[in-house]
């Protein structure tokens, strides 16, 4: 969970904010929607860029400890969300990428900053280098908006004066942990995140983040972001909370353990990995995933990186079994294919079918030994609760959803 890359030409689906009505409010949290579009693009091998990201999360914590200025991206994943942002009094709006794995807000990819009265600069530099892209600028703060009733005074942003590989968005909304801007900005140590001056100016009551997906294949595909907690209407049992790991380098992110079975044979014993909204797949390590294949009896397809498997096979496909701290979540059969409305979105056909379980690449101990991504995450509502250190997992009405 850090932040992003460039902006590559292969993104394929991104979920944008339906502007700030629909926001609503109730006891000091804040919920947001946004919903799904497919921008298809042409092909793209999804694993390689899932795998890609993987690796700069691994480089970038034996680099420098969470040093922002080795970061890694979500914009090449084909699955991002973004959000209409408005910073400055009288607000101007942005397009902004919204990133649990990215801690800095910043803005002026594509449209220029327009300072106002509410405009400060710091004197501060930032600078993040994103692997196949780049940011960098000064900081400022600023009011920003994220609707008419959640407004945050002096909120630290970066202002681009350049910017490579962010094509079709004007900069990134970071949501994630405050010591993930460590080494971001010159003269300081770190800069208080969205989520922290949400919190400390009393507009949420805990500083906590609630994401509700929905499959892009869903016909009502409006997901939400709850600042301040989680949902209770978006899910349909009761939140069950896990300990953030302790096992490096998951734990410079949001790290879990947990293993995982097919039918009821476990393939990933009990481990360390991350949650990661900025993965599109399932990620596991090599040793784990060689068994999944040969379980399901899948083959590789080298355009798009993904497994496939035949009608029959599919009909025989078990159950994918996470237990994270002794509670099973499970992915069903459907749940482990990739939308086959979208086959083409990915370069694939459209008579295949494809999994979404893909190889981390490498082998389990590592400390990062899977990334439960997207196609995890819109079958379970999840929550990443920085003030007291865990994350939570929900059902919803599209855990057992046939719609793939």
Same mark, same amino acid.
């Given at each position: 969970m850090f932040t992003s890359k460039a902006l590559l030409s292969i993104l394929l689906v991104a979920l944008s904010s339906v502007d700030a009505s629909p926001l609503h409010r109730d006891a000091g949290k804040a919920t947001l929607s946004f919903a799904a579009r497919v921008n298809a693009r042409g092909a793209v091998n999804v694993a390689a860029a899932d795998r890609?990201?993987?690796?700069?999360?691994?480089?970038?914590?034996?680099? /420098?400890?969470?040093?922002?200025?080795?970061?890694?991206? *979500?914009? +090449?994943?084909?699955?991002? @969300?973004?959000?209409?942002?408005?910073?400055?009094?009288?607000?101007?709006e942005y397009t902004l990428l919204i990133d649990t794995g990215s801690s800095n807000t910043w803005i002026g990819a594509n449209a220029s900053y327009n300072p106002t009265s509410t405009s400060v600069d710091t004197g501060n530099t930032v600078d993040i280098s994103y692997g196949s892209g780049s940011f960098s600028g000064e900081e400022y703060t600023d009011t920003v908006t994220l609707s008419s009733s959640?407004? *945050?005074?002096?909120q630290s942003i970066g202002v681009a004066s350049?910017? +490579?590989?962010?094509d079709d968005v004007d900069g990134i909304l970071g949501v994630g942990p405050t010591d993930l801007t460590e080494n971001t900005v010159s003269n300081v140590d770190a800069v208080p995140t969205?989520? /922290? +001056?949400? @919190?400390?100016?009393? !507009?949420?009551?805990?500083?906590?983040?609630?994401? @509700?997906?929905?499959?892009?294949?869903?016909?009502? !595909?409006?997901?939400?972001l709850t600042?301040?907690?989680? /949902? /209770?209407?978006?899910?349909?049992?009761?939140?069950?909370?896990?300990p953030l790991t302790t096992t490096s380098p998951?734990? @410079?992110?949001?790290?879990?353990?947990?293993? *995982?079975?097919?039918?009821?044979s476990t393939i990933l014993s009990d481990t360390a990995g991350i949650v990661d909204t900025g993965t599109t797949l399932i990620l596991i390590a090599s040793d784990a995933f060689s068994q999944y294949q040969t379980v399901t009896g899948a083959t590789m397809d080298e355009t798009t990186g993904l497994l496939t498997i035949t009608s029959d096979q599919y009909?025989?496909?078990q159950t994918l079994t996470f237990r994270i701290s002794g509670k099973a979540y499970d992915l069903t059969p459907n749940a482990q294919i990739w939308p086959r409305s979208l086959n083409s979105d990915v370069g694939g056909s459209s008579d295949s079918i494809y999994l979404v379980v893909s190889d981390i690449g490498s082998n389990s101990g590592s400390g990062l030994d899977f990334i439960n991504g997207y196609a995890f995450l819109q079958r379970y509502y999840s929550v990443f609760d920085t003030t007291n250190s865990q994350v939570g997992f929900a059902t919803t009405s599209h855990t057992d959803a046939t719609s793939n």
């Open positions: 890609a990201r993987a690796q700069a999360m691994r480089q970038a914590v034996s680099k /420098d400890k969470r040093a922002g200025r080795s970061s890694f991206s *979500i914009t +090449n994943a084909v699955v991002t @969300y973004t959000a209409q942002v408005g910073i400055g009094s009288p607000a101007t959640l407004v *945050i005074a002096a350049t910017a +490579n590989g962010f969205v989520t /922290d +001056n949400l @919190y400390s100016q009393k !507009n949420i009551g805990t500083e906590a983040l609630g994401i @509700y997906f929905v499959p892009a294949s869903a016909p009502h !595909n409006v997901g939400e600042f301040g907690g989680h /949902d /209770d209407s978006k899910t349909t049992s009761p939140v069950t909370y896990v998951a734990s @410079y992110y949001w790290g879990i353990d947990q293993s *995982i079975a097919y039918g009821r009909a025989k496909l």
